[in-house]
């Protein structure tokens, strides 16, 4: 389907010197981090409307639609850990939310406010509290795709990711169809995405 970025924090591991650099830019930025727990019911909207500017705006609405209901109940039945950056002005500014199974984590949400200056870092210090909360509990990180260099420089190692279809319940036609396809995914997909780190 696609090459993703897997960070492996189930073992204990060496910073990354922007690992470290996005820490201190924590630490030392305005923005205060806003934990799950402390969410405010407009928060859930301001959060939709974040995942919206970077996710639908700027890339494609063919990705999932969060509202800010559905943020709310997943918030609620504990299916995403939401986390953000407030500013000076009170206004959540960026926001992520993290899913776990087992031992390993994946981040579905991911919003900013694409107004502000790129040099603030809002995009670092989001991905830098998902990647703190995997390590400190020690969880296979799935970064998903995209921002290759980004997320290499911080611990994570390509691998392929698969999609599965069951096809033994179709006709003959449509199981050859899907096989030739799958064969041809192999062959000249896996390695044009591997090579150009697709």
Not at 33 to 57: C, G, H, P, T, W
Not at 64 to 72: F, G, K, S
Not at 111 to 135: E, F, H, N, S, V
Not at 148 to 165: D, H, L, Q
Request: proline share 4%.
């Amino acid at each position: 389907a696609r090459q993703i970025y897997i960070a492996d924090h189930r073992a204990a591991g060496k910073m990354t010197k922007d690992m470290r650099k996005d820490r201190k830019l924590l630490r030392t930025s305005v923005y205060a981090i806003v934990d799950s727990n402390d969410f405010a019911v407009k928060d859930f909207s301001r959060a939709a409307e974040l995942y919206q500017m970077l996710y639908l705006d700027r890339y494609s609405w063919q990705n999932p639609q969060y509202t800010a209901r559905y943020l709310a109940k997943a918030h609620e039945a504990g299916v995403l850990t939401l986390f953000g950056m407030r500013g000076p002005d009170g206004q959540l500014d960026g926001v992520g939310g993290v899913f776990r199974i087992g031992q390993s984590m994946t981040m579905p949400l991911l919003g900013l406010d694409t107004d502000k200056p790129k040099d603030i870092g809002l995009y670092r210090m989001l991905c830098a509290i998902a990647q703190d909360r995997a390590i400190a509990d020690r969880l296979l990180y799935n970064r998903s795709a995209g921002a290759a260099g980004f997320k290499r420089n911080r611990g994570a190692v390509p691998a392929i990711e698969y999609t599965g279809v069951y096809v033994d319940h179709l006709g003959a036609g449509p199981r050859r169809a899907t096989r030739a396809l799958a064969g041809i995914l192999r062959r000249v997909g896996v390695p044009l995405l591997q090579r150009f780190a697709l």
